[in-house]
């Protein structure tokens, strides 16, 4: 599994080119280290913490201000299989976080307590997806 950890300059200018004033879902997948893999000056870096460990000091640390900007959580899930796609492909945290716009995603990462709770993330994770989505209205069918 490749890592993704986090966006690529072109990734992140894309999401900055798109519509910033309407509601979107991003779809978190997220696959944890065994061991997280803090840089060498970080306080923890020699703690010896698992990838899930550090994953909840980002969450521990990260909930208060994806609250400040409006955002929530509105669905988590348990990873059992992936039936069509990359057998490879395994994920310890799914979830989808809401927000009220494009504008408070980018408050949020832009915001200094979070830029100091995602230090955890990237020690924490392998590999992750982070798609970006609007909700569409429910139809009887699946178009």
């Known amino acids: 599994m490749t890592g993704y950890i986090d966006p690529e300059r072109a990734q992140f200018d894309a999401f900055k080119g798109l519509e910033r004033?309407?509601?979107l879902n991003m779809l978190n997948l997220v696959a944890l280290r065994d061991k997280a893999n803090y840089a060498g000056d970080h306080d923890l870096a020699r703690d010896g913490l698992s990838?899930?460990?550090?994953?909840?000091?980002?969450?521990r640390h990260s909930a208060?201000?994806?609250?400040?900007?409006?955002?929530?959580?509105?669905?988590?899930?348990?990873?059992d299989l992936t039936l069509i796609g990359p057998a490879d492909e395994a994920w310890d945290v799914m979830f989808i976080a809401a927000y009220p716009n494009a504008h408070a995603f980018l408050a949020m990462v832009s915001d200094p307590e979070y830029q100091q709770a995602v230090k955890h993330r990237q020690a924490a994770v392998k590999t992750s997806r982070l798609i970006r989505s609007q909700s569409l209205p429910l139809t009887d069918g699946f178009a």
């Open 21 to 23: 004033d309407k509601p």
């Open 51 to 59: 990838g899930a460990e550090a994953y909840a000091l980002y969450g």
């Open 64 to 79: 208060p201000v994806l609250a400040r900007v409006g955002g929530s959580i509105i669905w988590r899930g348990q990873f």
